[in-house]
């Protein structure tokens, strides 16, 4: 058993003489330290106010009082149980005896990602209930969950993506310590964690660092919440090596396997080399020497060259993207729905689905007429499949409805099925949203928890952007949105795990444990080693697309999988089967040499290539 502690400039540090406390506020000219019942004037030193306090100790609360008596949380708190605008606790790192000694993470191309959150994942919504479902999810083949934000957001109930304290787990979900057995007990059962985090900006509610540290923001950049982060002004090198030491904390102290970077499109950073590949310069000089660990991000522009892959096959900044592209065509394909950015993806949705597949984005510098014109994107053929997240649905693609419909409860069944297959049989890595895998009749809808006056602005603009759309056009149809601070919002948001054991709901479970084991049979050993794209045609609604795989040992045959789905209103006739062996089919039946593909039909093949 070892702890695991990381070291760093900011907070309040345990020490063998007491607890160490500092704070960067380089435009106060004094800081108090509120520690107990205590007022201790700190020391300044440039733009830095230090304190060691001999009998301070774990579990005492503590808070920064400013010149106008505000008292404020430390913006680097590991634990703020009082929420926001409560005061911060000292917390001992060294304290929790882990037993995953022997853990080195997983390689990615083994990645089978099921995102969750924490508050809905369960009916108690804690760290310790998430963590009684984890065996279930390794049985079923997933081989990494990825946490929604956790930063601590006002209130108690939040996506995450309002957070304002970025070291403390939101103590609505248990203490550190007790996301720390979670991830101890994920990695007992093979399974990797990552955690989503928020560079791009602080949630509206809770955060004091304009009170006391202008110089963490650049106004220079405007944003939609304010003044961007200061990454390239003046001052920015603490405010890098903030965020910085965040990511290695996760990491380190945690043992997270890996980040998921939220809207890296959002963070304005002029400088070189970009933030983001600095922290995966800091992750590969630290834990990444000692077992895998993954840095995901999601970036609307389409930043291949954030994705590219050095002389060793390794990543320079992004292991892999998010793949909204191929999101956004399914959804076309299986609901018809071509309102707002879907209209992009309207004109051929099987077609733009198959070039999803095989290239990993569909905008690669091509105009989008959504976006009036504008060119989005770079050219992506050069990255391996591995190098997108691809899904059906997220948190954002089913949250951001007005009432949070899943695909399943929007498509055609058919459809959405065969999507599906086509997505866990191919070499991306695939990503299930909670409750995907027995189809859950839950939404997911928007909550948060703010104070009353941000309260009623929130509620009000969530069901104004919603004005634009036929079906809100009406005051009482815009009414019906759930309201977004409602208790009730977040209560339907919440699984229903006995669905599980129900017969529709097992029926799908059962499919998506199958497909999965096909997966990890056929397709991931192969994976390994993949430099390219894949190639692809569509016509008729039928695509086909294939992908040249690696050898599983050394001495045996490169591998080519093959990829045949149909998704037109009639049968397809006379259709050419591909070669290989058939690792699944469903939907098809055999006339001669040609084949007959019923709506929703998929069928996959393997086949060894020797001597082209």
């Known amino acids: 058993m070892s ?14 003489e007491g607890v160490a406390f500092a704070l960067w506020a380089p435009s106060a000219e004094t800081i108090v330290l509120e520690h107990q019942s205590a007022s201790l004037p700190m020391t300044r030193e440039g733009g830095w ?71 809905t994942f369960t009916e108690e919504g804690s760290f310790n209930a998430a963590r009684e479902r984890l065996a279930a999810l390794a049985e079923l083949g997933i081989t990494a969950i990825e946490l929604m934000p956790l930063a601590d957001f006002p209130g108690r109930r939040n996506w995450g993506y309002d957070g304002v304290l970025q070291f403390a787990p939101d103590a609505s979900y248990g203490t550190p310590d007790e996301l720390k057995a979670l991830v101890n007990t994920a990695h007992s059962l093979g399974l990797m964690v990552l955690v989503d985090v928020v560079y791009n900006h602080f949630g509206p509610e809770g955060n004091y660092l304009h009170a006391y540290c202008p110089e963490f923001f650049n106004a220079g950049h405007k944003t939609p919440w304010g003044s961007a982060i200061n990454f390239d002004g003046p001052g920015a090198r603490t405010v890098r090596d903030f965020f910085i030491h965040n990511a290695l904390y996760w990491i380190e102290e945690f043992r997270f396997d890996g980040l998921r970077m939220d809207a890296i499109h959002a963070i304005h950073d002029e400088t070189q080399p ?64 071509r309102d707002g950015y879907y209209a992009d993806y309207a004109d051929d949705p099987v077609c733009r689905f198959a070039l999803a597949l095989a290239e990993g984005f569909i905008y690669q510098g091509q105009p989008s007429a959504f976006r009036q014109g504008e060119r989005r994107g770079e050219p992506s053929t ?19 409805r007005a009432f949070g ?78 309201d977004p601070n409602a208790e009730s919002t977040f209560l339907a948001s919440k699984l229903r795990w006995r669905e599980r054991g129900t017969r529709a709901h ?53 591998m080519r999988l093959h990829m045949l789905a149909h998704f037109g209103a009639q049968p397809a006739q006379g259709i050419e089967p591909p070669p290989g062996e058939v690792i699944h089919s469903e939907g098809v039946q055999a006339h001669d040499d040609a084949q007959q593909l019923a709506r929703g039909a998929v069928h996959v093949t393997l086949e060894a290539v020797h001597g082209e």
């Open 274 to 337: 970009h933030i983001v590949r600095e922290i995966r310069e800091a992750i590969d000089a630290g834990p990444a020497r000692e077992r895998h660990v993954h840095l995901v991000l999601e970036n609307d522009t389409n930043q291949s060259s954030m994705l590219m892959r050095d002389g060793r096959g390794l990543p320079v900044a992004g292991t892999a993207q998010w793949n909204d592209d191929l999101h956004h065509a399914v959804h076309v394909l299986a609901t018809g729905e």
């Open 3 to 16: 702890a695991r502690v990381h070291r760093m400039p900011f907070g309040a540090t345990v020490q063998a």
């Open 405 to 482: 419909e899943r695909i399943h409860a929007l498509g055609d069944p058919v459809l959405v099925r065969a999507a599906m297959a086509c997505l866990l049989l191919s070499p991306h890595v695939p990503m299930l949203f909670m409750g995907d895998e027995f189809a859950a009749s839950t939404p997911f809808q928007y909550f948060c928890d703010f104070g009353p006056d941000l309260a009623a602005a929130v509620s009000e603009g969530r069901r104004s952007e919603f004005g634009g759309f036929a079906a809100f056009k009406d005051e009482a149809a815009r009414a019906r949105i759930p």
């Open 49 to 119: 106010h230090r304190l060691t306090v001999p009998d301070a100790k774990p579990g005492d609360s503590y808070s920064y009082r400013l010149a106008d008596g505000t008292r404020v949380p430390d913006p680097a708190s590991r634990f703020n149980p009082e929420d926001v605008h409560g005061p911060s606790v000292v917390t001992d790192p060294a304290r929790f005896a882990w037993t995953d000694d022997a853990w080195r993470g997983r390689p990615w191309e083994e990645a089978v990602i099921y995102e969750l959150h924490i508050g």
């Open 382 to 400: 050069r990255l391996p499949p591995q190098a997108f997240v691809s899904f059906l649905q997220t948190h954002d693609q089913v949250g951001n």
């Open 506 to 558: 097992f029926s799908r479970l059962s499919e998506v444990q199958h497909l999965l084991g096909l997966r990890h049979r056929y397709i991931v050993p192969r994976l390994a080693g993949m430099t390219g794209a894949g190639i692809y045609r569509c016509e008729n609604d039928t695509l086909r697309v294939q992908w040249d795989l690696e050898p599983e040992a050394e001495g045996a045959p490169p």
